[in-house]
């Protein structure tokens, strides 16, 4: 299988900035799901897609971050504007088979100042 | 309230010790069951899963966890560490087939020389 790509590894912005992630999954894997994880804890989810559709984004902030999954494939993940309470590791998975076995792609990790 | 716990932050042993790495669950139903490995700087790599059958699973690196119905636990344990094995050990519950997973807090692992 090919993993799953996301770039860039690292980021670093000052508050009030805006800025985007990108996450190309497993070819064929048709759900995908945006995390974040702050240091020191698990990973939260933010977003989860199935093909284009959004199936949970009960835990997305929505008045500054959006995602997008165009055609199915790739997917983006933009906060706008960023608050230093953003800064973690956001994390791109893929899943296609059985009962949500994900695959992790390394995270980005983003520093706000 | 539904939760995955792991009691343990941080654990130390010796290298060529062997390891138990606790986790707790609370859903009504047997839920699926997972063990994360994630490597500083790196995403999550699954290291073993539960669905249902046997109660013992083996994974790789030659770990592997038991399931206790009656305790709720899926404790994850390798007979002898080794120096690679240091690491960020998360476990991870999806409750029902069609729900999200849910990871804990993390165990971080440090190997003594």
Redesign the interface.
């Known amino acids: 299988e090919a993993g799953v790509a996301q770039s860039p590894r690292y980021k670093i912005i000052e508050k009030r900035q805006s800025v985007a992630f990108w996450c190309n999954p497993i070819s064929g894997h048709a759900t995908l799901y945006w995390y974040q994880q702050i240091l020191g804890q698990g990973p939260k989810l933010l977003i989860q897609f199935q093909n284009n559709g959004v199936v949970d984004d009960s835990q997305l902030p929505k008045d500054r971050f959006s995602a997008e999954r165009l055609k199915g494939v790739d997917s983006t993940l933009k906060i706008q504007p960023a608050k230093l309470e953003d800064s973690a590791v956001y994390l791109c998975a893929a899943a296609g088979g059985r009962v949500n076995e994900q695959f992790f792609g390394p995270g980005t990790r983003l520093t706000v100042l | 309230a539904q939760s995955v716990t792991q009691p343990d932050i941080h654990i130390t042993v010796s290298e060529g010790a062997s390891l138990e790495l606790r986790c707790n669950y609370s859903y009504g139903a047997t839920p699926?069951l997972?063990w994360?490995v994630q490597s500083p700087?790196?995403?999550?790599?699954?290291l073993l899963?539960y669905?249902s059958g046997d109660t013992l699973v083996q994974g790789i690196k030659g770990f592997e966890a038991e399931f206790k119905r009656s305790q709720s636990s899926f404790n994850l344990r390798k007979p002898s560490v080794h120096w690679s094995d240091a690491a960020e050990y998360?476990c991870?519950v999806?409750p029902g087939?069609a729900?999200?997973?849910i990871?804990?807090?993390?165990t971080r692992l440090s190997i003594r020389p």
């Open positions: 699926y997972f994360y700087g790196q995403g999550l790599q699954l899963k669905f998360f991870a999806v087939s729900s999200k997973i990871f804990g807090s993390g």
